[in-house]
């Protein structure tokens, strides 16, 4: 993935806001990745999609998208701007619940 800034050396984790995520049609779009949709469960002013990688089953994505934007296709490929990607330090695993709540998305970081 492409960040707009520097990582710190102490890297965990990366943010990213349900929100922040969108269709990629492009094959050259920055930080494009496949998704599988799982579910989708309308909201009174959005729709919550959940995917997944498909090299990760078992990590779910949570996508937010307004009502006004919705479209019945949903896309194979997501992408995140590297300005909304967020780096972040912690020694132990976040808590999962109320990062559920905001709809921020957590992903481990691979170790190259």
Known sequence: MKVAGPLPADLAWIGVRAHDFHPASEANTPNRFPVEVYERMEGPFEWNV??????????????K?????????????????PEHILPLRDEE?????????????????ARR
């Open 50 to 63: 959940l995917l997944r990688h498909p090299g990760a089953p078992d990590a779910d994505i949570w996508w």
């Open 65 to 81: 998208v307004p009502k006004e934007l919705w479209t019945e296709a949903l896309p194979n490929h997501l992408t995140v701007a």
């Open 93 to 109: 695993e976040p808590a999962e619940e109320p990062l559920a709540k905001t709809g921020t998305i957590l992903m481990k970081p």
